[in-house]
T-cell receptor, first 115, second 112 residues
Framework: QQQVKQSPQSLIVQKGGISIINCAYE??????FPWYQQFPGKGPALLIAIRPDVSEKKEGRFTISFNKSAKQFSLHIMDSQPGDSATYFCAASMSPTSGTYKYIFGTGTRLKVLA | NAGVMQNPRHLVRRRGQEARLRCSPMKGHSHVYWYRQLPEEGLKFMVY????????ESGMPKERFSAEFPKEGPSILRIQQVVRGDSAAYFC??????????FGQGTRLTVV
């Protein structure tokens, strides 16, 4: 119930293409879903986040699509660039009815954008 | 506004020694989280602290690991009597209200 399943594990996209990464969850108490980008040797950087009352959120080339009934959310990277090559993590957290905002992370997707 | 500061960035310890990892949250942030990342894996929650209080330590191993966030100074993650399996990247994150978290660059611990 606490898991967040992320797919695919790795993804290769041509420059200018669309990268799509998917996540699914079980626990309906989750109410905050961020995406993080991590380069080798660096910490995760917050890209974009969404709450369940919104079906889509866009920031620049990054869009989160959220399907509450299916308990799924996805990250779309439009016009993918070589500089987007990194590992992407989805996460979920819930309001602290249990006293914590801890994140449950997906297992990560290693994206490579070919020049 | 400086980001989350972690030090040291790299730490090498021999088996049986103590490792002490420091985290200074972003200015104005009173919530601190510690996560561990094993090679080629995702991040696993360890502990959540607010000033002087441990809120959730459900991800902390029962032995050898402890964390604190004193009224003054950085948050400290302490690992006593380190073993090879403790080798990992340890990330600290801070948050102003609790849910939106900003991560530091991590401390990469190597146990030899």
């Amino acid at each position: 119930q606490q898991q967040v399943k992320q797919s695919p594990q790795s993804l290769i996209v041509q420059k200018g293409g669309i990268s799509i990464i998917n996540c699914a969850y079980e626990n309906t108490a989750f109410d905050y879903f961020p995406w993080y980008q991590q380069f080798p040797g660096k910490g995760p950087a917050l890209l974009i986040a969404i709450r369940p009352d919104v079906s889509e959120k866009k920031e620049g080339r990054f869009t989160i699509s959220f399907n509450k009934s299916a308990k799924q959310f996805s990250l779309h990277i439009m016009d993918s660039q070589p500089g987007d090559s990194a590992t992407y993590f989805c996460a979920a957290s819930m309001s602290p009815t249990s006293g914590t905002y801890k994140y449950i992370f997906g297992t990560g997707t290693r994206l490579k954008v070919l020049a | 506004n400086a980001g989350v500061m972690q030090n040291p960035r790299h730490l090498v310890r021999r088996r049986g020694q103590e490792a002490r990892l420091r985290c200074s949250p972003m200015k104005g942030h009173s919530h601190v989280y510690w996560y561990r990342q094993l090679p080629e894996e995702g991040l696993k929650f360890m502990v959540y602290l607010q000033k002087e209080n441990i809120i959730d330590e459900s991800g902390m191993p029962k032995e050898r690991f402890s964390a604190e966030f004193p009224k003054e100074g950085p948050s400290i993650l302490r690992i006593q009597q380190v073993v090879r399996g403790d080798s990992a990247a340890y990330f600290c994150a801070s948050s102003p209200q609790g849910q939106e978290a900003f991560f530091g660059q991590g401390t990469r611990l190597t146990v030899v």
